[in-house]
């Protein structure tokens, strides 16, 4: 075992130690919801970075899933961007976000993804992985958050999962080493990593616990 391998197992130790203490295996889990409505999945992909997701995200992603539920689909999303709605089908202003979701539409158009089994496969390679993060703005985070609300199992390093290795005195903070690490305390309290991960979202957000009754 190399010692990069070994470093990973005894943060994870101390990461599934600590959540034991604080009642991991105890707390009542919801079951996080799969979401098959990629306009829904990438809007909420797109929009969940340095937003507050209760009051801004998720009423938007709502609305996409009440208001637009044929715009599951790729080429059902490349026709909106078409007809220049995007700003209004993600009831946003500011040109970033709406660039960055039109870029990800196109990616995955050229990439051949259509809908959610495809786009689920995707994000099982390897290769889609690193293919997708050349998307101007889509980083480690939103693959892997993205990975989540489609039902993947993965950990999305954020704030919280920062914040919760801070605790334990985790001193590494660099993406991969966290992800790893989390990853595999997942592994060791026999909890799925995407349970894990929502875990330790609504212990840091309680009592505010929206997000995880609509796609996480």
């Known amino acids: 075992m190399s010692a990069s391998a070994i470093e990973v197992l005894l943060v994870a130790r101390r990461i599934a ?3 034991k203490d604080k009642g991991v295996l105890f707390d009542e889990k919801p079951l996080r919801a799969t979401c098959e409505h990629l306009g829904a999945v990438l809007a909420d992909s797109v929009l969940q970075a340095g937003l507050n997701y209760n009051t801004v995200v998720r009423p938007r992603v709502q609305a996409i899933l009440r208001l637009h539920p044929n715009r599951h689909t790729i080429s059902s999303l490349a026709s909106l961007i078409h007809d220049g709605e995007t700003g209004a089908f993600l009831n946003w202003r500011h040109n970033e976000k709406v660039s960055r979701f039109e870029a990800l539409v196109a990616f995955l158009q050229r990439s051949g993804v259509e809908d959610f089994l495809d786009l689920r496969a995707g994000l099982a390679s390897d290769e889609f992985c690193a293919s997708i993060k050349t998307v101007n703005g ?3 985070k939103t693959v892997d958050y993205m990975a989540c609300l489609i039902g993947l199992d993965s950990i999305a390093v954020d704030r919280h999962v920062r914040t919760f290795a801070k605790a334990v005195g985790v001193e590494r903070d660099d993406y991969n080493f966290l ?3 989390f990853c595999c ?3 060791l309290l026999e909890l ?3 349970e894990f991960d929502a875990w330790l979202w ?3 957000t309680m009592p505010a ?8």
Do not use: E, F, K, T
């Open 185 to 187: 305390a997942a592994d």
């Open 17 to 19: 130690n600590h959540a």
């Open 179 to 181: 992800r790893a690490s």
């Open 192 to 194: 799925p990593r995407r």
């Open 138 to 140: 889509i980083g480690p």
């Open 202 to 204: 609504r212990r840091a």
């Open 209 to 216: 616990q929206a997000q995880l009754n609509l796609l996480v």
